[in-house]
């Protein structure tokens, strides 16, 4: 079909025999190493060889499964950006702990109370919030610049406070949810039981 279309292309804008010829000479992989096309010849067009090698490409199948196949090109259309490739890495590596204080902040900040959660005593909860206060007291000195730091402190008291409600209220849960014990009838309640 390819080459019927070609042939009534080429007889409606020149010689047939010389476009047939031609696309005789480059289809014709006995003359090239290894399956490539023959070379260019002066004057040959290069972008009707480009999309003879994309056709043949295609027709061998080189394109299919790949891996962005019917989604957008990430990054297209967007502004240049000079560090594309540091984000991409993170990207695709899951990188954590890098970044602009500020922002880890946040983001340590929305995890903090299921952080706390897996604290076994009041200490280590206080610990982890007096160091979390610390380094967002350090981040709001601004000496490395950066965007604005916006996390508010934590009052350690009162998340203390919390922390107890949640541990009690989870515990309160498990034990509901869990099924009740059987009685265990004791030796001389189950020896009674048999004789009577």
Do not use: C
Request: overall charge negative.
């Amino acid at each position: 079909m390819r080459k019927a279309s070609q042939y009534r292309a080429a007889r409606d804008g020149g010689d047939p025999s010389d476009v047939m010829a031609e696309l005789a000479r480059q289809n014709d992989d006995g003359d090239a190493p290894n399956g490539e096309l023959a070379p260019l010849r002066e004057g040959e067009d290069e972008v009707k060889r480009a999309r003879l090698i994309v056709d043949r490409a295609i027709a061998r199948g080189e394109f299919d499964n790949l891996a962005l196949a019917g989604k957008p090109i990430p990054g297209l259309g967007e502004a240049h950006d000079p560090d594309w490739w540091v984000k991409g890495l993170i990207q695709r590596e899951n990188i954590t702990g890098l970044g602009p204080r500020a922002i880890l902040l946040r983001t340590e900040d929305a995890e903090l109370d299921d952080r706390l959660d897996r604290q076994y005593t009041e200490k280590q909860v206080r610990e982890v919030l007096e160091d979390f206060n610390y380094r967002v007291i350090d981040a709001r000195r601004q000496l490395l610049g950066g965007p604005p730091v916006i996390t508010k402190l934590r009052d350690v008291d009162a998340e203390v406070e919390r922390w107890r409600e949640r541990r009690e209220a989870s515990r309160r849960a498990a034990e509901a949810a869990a099924p009740p014990e059987p009685v265990k009838a004791t030796f001389w309640r189950r020896v009674w039981r048999g004789s009577s």
